[in-house]
């Protein structure tokens, strides 16, 4: 079986999202590259992660072309490798449909950075999208064109996307967003939230990933 060790880690984060609360039932994505083979690990659509096995995963080349007969690759598959293309760095892609960072995918308002922590993980706002059937001929590229170069998008009226050059970081900034969407929603019930500016964001992300410690995360 090709890439087994990376099929696991594939399945063992989409196993973490319903447990974080980020997806419910068979929803959500993930989906990683080897940087050996270039091949693309992703979770295929529409089924229950308890029930699957990593020989379950469906494996592509950066074409798309399946490397393996297996299940129906997810019908997105076009923009989770749109973002590895644009961003070589990029080695993972989590979608969710968490409820706090979907809600201002509907409102079509971008998450700006509240906290430290959001700051560390994202070093600045998280921006959406507009509203994007899978049909339409943008679906696999303007979500990568407003994510640039940060780590994050909302895909309007639908959920957020993360990045990372490693799932564990990918799935961690899917954590962070989620709370951060919900720790703003909360704040603005009881007053006017003060949001960090792009010059604090960045010297925060700039911080982490650069003097605190040996980690870089991005
Ligand atoms: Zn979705």
Not at 20 to 43: F, I, K, Q, S
Not at 85 to 92: F, G
Not at 169 to 179: D, S, Y
């Amino acid at each position: 079986m090709l890439l087994e060790n990376l099929r696991a880690k594939v399945l063992h984060t989409a196993r973490l999202l319903p447990k974080y609360g980020l997806v419910w039932m068979a929803g959500g994505t993930v989906c990683a590259r080897d940087p050996e083979t270039n091949h693309v690990v992703v979770t295929p659509s529409g089924l229950d992660y308890e029930r699957l096995t990593p020989a379950d995963m469906v494996v592509t080349d950066m074409e798309m072309n399946p490397c393996e007969d297996n299940f129906r690759p997810s019908v997105a598959l076009e923009l989770w490798i749109g973002f590895m293309r644009a961003r070589p760095e990029v080695k993972a892609v989590v979608h969710t449909h968490s409820p706090y960072a979907t809600a201002f995918s509907v409102v079509h308002q971008p998450i700006p950075v509240i906290t430290e922590t959001m700051a560390d993980w994202f070093g600045g706002p998280v921006p959406v999208t507009r509203y994007l059937s899978v049909e339409d001929p943008e679906f696999p590229t303007l979500p990568v064109e407003v994510m640039g170069n940060g780590f994050a998008v909302l895909l309007g009226n639908h959920g957020p996307i993360t990045v990372g050059q490693i799932l564990e970081h990918a799935l961690e900034r899917a954590v962070t967003l989620e709370e951060a969407a919900r720790t703003y929603s909360i704040s603005k019930t009881i007053g006017v939230p003060v949001t960090l500016s792009a010059e604090q964001a960045r010297a925060s992300f700039d911080y982490y990933h650069n003097r605190y410690g040996q980690r870089r995360l991005s």
